[in-house]
């Protein structure tokens, strides 16, 4: 018989090998601070972004009093902190001592000017929104065909309002010319 392991056992494995490794137990990691909530425990919860990818910080409330200013949106900073498994989700995430600040990141800065910009052509302006319908009969969806975000999508808004026509806009995601794609779709 073939020797099978519990979801339990595979995800206690992996948090032991992250446990082990002398990098991860200590490490400095430099990003922009996305998501961030302060949880009701006193927990802050936030994830650290770059250019490329993103990574699940959480700062439990015990270390957070180390901390010398209000963490938000868009700061860049560096977090020391260890690298290690939430078993119960068996997802990685950091698990931050200490945050340093490290002035705005690239990417917050970026979206603050374009903001601005945009509210300079009066892009923003209340004559150009239209209202939202209480109860809306066509939705205009732009993403990938394949994959799990479209299904998901379909499955819940069969299950919360069956009547809903969907309209697909095909679209690249990720990756060079994904915007473009995109805004295609939104035009």
């Given at each position: 018989m073939v020797q099978a392991y519990s979801v339990t056992q595979i995800n206690q494995y992996i948090k032991n090998l992250f446990t082990k490794?002398?990098?991860?137990?200590?490490?400095?990691i430099k990003g922009e601070v996305?998501?961030?909530?302060?949880?009701t425990s006193g927990h802050i919860y936030f994830t650290l972004k770059d250019a490329q990818g993103q990574l699940a910080c959480v700062m439990f409330a015990g270390q957070r009093r180390g901390l010398t200013f209000r963490l938000e949106e868009g700061q860049s900073v560096v977090v020391l902190g260890t690298v290690s498994v939430y078993e119960?989700?068996?997802k990685y995430q950091l698990y931050a001592r200490e945050?340093?600040?490290?002035g705005l990141g690239k990417l917050y800065e970026r979206y603050?000017?374009?903001k601005m910009q945009l509210e300079s052509e009066g892009l923003f302006d209340r004559s150009h929104k239209k209202p939202i319908p209480s109860y809306p009969r066509r939705i205009g969806i732009v993403t990938a065909t394949t994959g799990a975000a479209i299904q998901d999508i379909i499955n819940i808004s069969r299950r919360r309002n069956p009547y809903v026509q969907l309209i697909l806009y095909p679209a690249?995601?990720?990756?060079?010319g994904a915007a473009e794609s995109v805004a295609r779709g939104i035009a």
């Open positions: 490794d002398r990098i991860l137990n200590h490490i400095y996305s998501n961030c909530k302060y949880h119960r989700d068996g945050i340093m600040l490290d603050e000017k374009l690249q995601v990720q990756g060079l």
